[in-house]
């Protein structure tokens, strides 16, 4: 069983950045996946950036590239997403979550197992 739990969301006006972290129980595998994704209000759960536990590879949704960076400590278990040059349209809940089977598609919401309960990201204009 894995647990996940999310931190460091808050309030931010356009422009500045955040740092979100997740950090997880259980033992992780070279073809274990956490990923982030985000929700906001009224529209679907999307892909936002995905990291393998076993390699540096690392996933990015197009809007996000260049602004965020996805990294883990694997001494902690722990994965984080740095935020920067955040805008009003990254505003939404993020949930971190992962991913134990390696051959599915590490972009796609359903290939997660496990879930974090989410934070709460509000950027202002």
């Known amino acids: 069983q894995v647990q996940l739990v999310e931190a460091g969301g808050g309030s931010v006006q356009a422009g500045g950045p955040l740092r979100l972290s997740c950090v997880a129980s259980?033992?992780?595998?070279?073809?274990?996946?956490m990923g982030w994704f985000r929700q906001a209000p009224g529209k679907e759960r999307e892909f936002v950036a995905a990291i393998r536990w076993g390699t540096t590879s690392t996933y990015y949704k197009d809007s996000v590239k260049g602004r965020f960076t996805i990294s883990r400590d694997n001494a902690k278990n722990t994965v984080y997403l740095q935020m920067n040059s955040l805008k009003p349209e990254d505003t939404a809940v993020y949930y971190c979550?992962?991913?134990?089977?390696?051959?599915?598609?590490?972009?796609?919401?359903?290939?997660?197992?496990?879930w974090g309960q989410g934070t709460q990201v509000t950027v202002s204009s």
């Open positions: 259980g033992r992780f595998f070279s073809g274990h996946a």
């Open positions: 979550a992962v991913d134990t089977d390696a051959r599915r598609p590490i972009t796609t919401e359903s290939s997660y197992d496990y």
